[in-house]
């Protein structure tokens, strides 16, 4: 589903993306692991094709999403560090201009539906701007609960939610991989990586350091591997 | 189609965002009353220099206020990475320039209203009996200073030193029409009517179709992060 | 190579309409030997809205293709023409010193030139105010395309603006051309104009080893 080959970003000078080589199949779920600033975030827009690569292809659904990001667009869901939402309204009226710009039903029932889903139900009518880090990504993951999408990619989902919340987004994506569905998630959480994930990649230097499967590596065995490839950075 | 209902629910964002935060508008308005202090002030000792200089001020006190509301038109999508969610959604982004483009129209057209009675009952100017011809040239105008300054906004926006830079470019590129309208409103506010000036009416309407169009074709390459 | 060999060719074609232009066509009448200022001034305008038309090309070419050749020469040319806007500037302000007695006045020609090297001015503001390489070159590559869109625009409103309240300023050489000055003048624009193109040629080269350097 998704292919990366030789992706390379630089800003200026620096090259935070070194020649990146990555697949994810269908179904499958991978966790990216890294230290801060080894530019996880900066990959995954580049797979949502929120961002240009300076060098590289990447390949979404067998088509060349450098050049065509359109095609691409719409069919995968992106839940990033802002969330996308607009502080001054409130839940269901951000949830209403994203579905219809997504082309998805956005009548009142079926984005209480959604809402729903993501326990937000009971704030529908309250502003954005009174919720907290949890909620909103909950809100952001609200554009594409009920169908609609078979690929996400999650940047640190699971970063400043509490107890609660972490549990309600790690059945919902084992859910969701139920369906069939495929993620890219980056993620600093270990124990999530470790339930959710079926390969574990980790990101150093610019660079895929490490890519295995999930099966068979324990905690103590992800932070060595992880402290290895990251220089003890934790 | 799929296109209306995508600007139209950027406009409608924008207006609801608007009545909330209170923001724009209600300091726009001020500004334009403030306006007018200026202007006595810088001119009015000399009545007849005043009244001679009106077309030309009245179209600075449009531009200025423009100035103002347009640069902030994609201010908000800064917050909370809003700007890539527009990007990654399906579909023709132009339709967002679209939609932004006429919730700029609205706040223009509402400030250049309150501009203009302020106008006519300050400096004593027949704002009544000129009124049709002030309109076309104020709607022309208008679509012109908004297409431009909604391209321009959307670029500046992600670019340091944006209040500067603004401006620096979008001044320059409205001389045609800010000689245009300057013109066409002196034409009507003399009595003169429009039919003197036509050459400038079909400039103005041969460059707001210029401007929109190439807004249109080119906001999807401002979009892009 | 090709691009040492247009330096050489302009050099010496500028050197051959310099000499035309100051040494064999014949004297001016009325303005003097001021006039013979035409010879650089009127190359100078040209190119420096041909640099303009070679920036909207590139412009379309680089959001059309991507083509990093593209954006360079769009980068360049804008470079090239700041300068000859400004040359023409300057030589035309410093023949209308003895002709019109004053160093700047707002007609419609001058305004027009005026306008041009300010839209130059505010593309190589934008280029040099965005990091990001290529998000630098498709909004300039935007504005490149508004900018030259909009100059007929602003010719034609300046003109307007102008001539139709006061006479036509003085247009030097308006009267029929003896041969001998027609000829100097155009080998002037075209020795100009080959001078221009080995400027933007070079730059392009210098910007695309700047890429790629290391960091």
């Known amino acids: 589903m998704i292919s990366l080959r030789g992706i390379t970003k630089t800003f200026g000078p620096t090259a935070v993306l070194d020649g990146v080589t990555l697949d994810v199949t269908a179904g499958e779920c991978v966790a990216l692991l890294g230290a801060n600033g080894a530019g996880k975030s900066t990959l995954l827009r580049i797979v949502a094709t929120a961002l240009r690569p300076t060098k590289g292809t990447l390949t979404l659904w067998n088509e060349d999403a450098v050049r065509a990001p359109e ?86 989902p699971f970063t400043g939610l509490d107890q609660r919340g972490k549990k309600w987004l790690t059945e919902f994506l084992l859910a969701f991989k139920a369906r069939g569905g495929t993620a890219l998630m980056a993620t600093h959480d270990f124990s999530r990586s470790l339930d959710l994930a079926d390969r574990l990649a980790i990101l150093a230097d610019g660079v895929i350091a490490a890519d295995q499967p999930r099966a068979g590596v324990d905690t103590g065995e992800l932070h060595a591997l992880y402290r290895l490839h990251t220089g003890g950075a934790e | 189609m799929t296109y209306a209902r995508h600007a139209w629910i950027i406009l409608w964002k924008d207006i609801a965002t608007e009545r909330r935060r209170k923001e724009t508008l209600n300091a726009l308005l001020f500004f334009s009353v403030l306006l007018l202090f200026v202007f006595e002030f810088t001119l009015g000792g000399d009545r007849d220099r005043l009244t001679a200089a009106l077309p030309g001020l009245l179209w600075l006190g449009f531009i200025l206020a423009g100035l103002l509301a347009l640069g902030r038109s994609f201010l908000i999508e800064r917050e909370n990475d809003c700007w890539e969610g527009l990007l990654l ?137 | 190579m090709m691009v040492p060999m247009l330096g050489w060719l302009a050099m010496l074609a500028i050197g051959g309409g310099l000499v035309m232009g100051f040494g064999i066509a014949p004297r001016e009448v009325t303005q003097g030997s001021v006039q013979r200022i035409m010879y650089v001034h009127v190359p100078f305008a040209w190119v420096a809205y041909l640099a303009f038309a070679v920036v909207f090309v590139a412009s379309i070419a680089y959001l059309w293709r991507r083509s990093a050749a593209a954006d360079r020469v769009a980068h360049a040319s804008a470079e090239a023409g700041v ?110 104009t080959l001078l221009y193109a080995y400027f933007v040629a070079k730059r392009s080269r210098v910007l695309r080893l700047a890429e790629e350097m290391p960091a």
């Open chain 1, 71 to 156: 095609r691409a667009r719409g069919r995968l869901g992106f839940v990033a560090h802002g969330a996308h939402v607009w502080d001054d309204l409130t839940a269901i009226e951000n949830l209403r201009v994203w579905r219809t710009l997504a082309n998805r039903p956005s009548h009142a029932d079926a984005l209480m539906s959604a809402l729903a889903i993501v326990e937000l139900d009971g704030a529908a009518h309250e502003r954005v701007r009174t919720f907290s880090a949890g909620m909103k990504r909950r809100l952001s993951l609200a554009r594409w609960v009920d169908g609609g999408v078979d690929l996400l990619l999650l940047d640190e």
């Open chain 2, 89 to 225: 959604g399906p579909g023709d982004k132009s339709a967002i320039y679209v939609g932004k483009l006429a919730g700029n129209l609205l706040v223009m057209a509402a400030v250049e209203v309150v501009v203009l009675a302020l106008f006519g009952v300050f400096f004593n100017v027949d704002v009544w009996s000129a009124l049709p011809g002030l309109v076309l040239v104020g709607v022309l105008g208008t679509i012109g200073l908004a297409a431009m300054g909604t391209t321009f906004a959307a670029m500046t926006a992600q670019v340091r030193a944006r209040e500067l830079l603004f401006p620096v470019l979008l001044l320059p590129l409205q001389v045609p029409l800010l000689l245009g309208c300057v013109k066409a409103t002196e034409a009507v506010l003399n009595g003169e009517g429009l039919g003197s000036v036509l050459h400038w009416v079909q400039l103005l309407a041969a460059a707001d179709l210029i401007y929109v169009v190439v807004g249109v074709l080119t906001f999807e390459f401002i979009l892009e992060a």
């Open chain 3, 83 to 192: 300068v000859f806007t400004g040359l023409a500037i300057a030589t035309g302000s410093i023949w209308g010193k003895p002709t019109w007695g004053t160093w700047w006045t707002w007609d419609a020609r001058l305004t027009s030139v005026a306008l041009l090297f300010v839209l130059y001015l505010g593309y190589l503001m934008l280029r040099g105010m965005i990091e990001d390489r290529e998000r630098g070159a498709r909004y300039a590559a935007v504005l490149g395309i508004i900018a030259a869109l909009d100059i007929p625009l602003v010719h034609f409103s300046v003109f307007w603006w102008r001539t139709l309240h006061q006479p036509p300023s003085i247009r030097p050489g308006s009267a029929a051309m003896p041969g001998v000055i027609l000829a100097a003048l155009l080998v002037n624009v075209v020795a100009f």
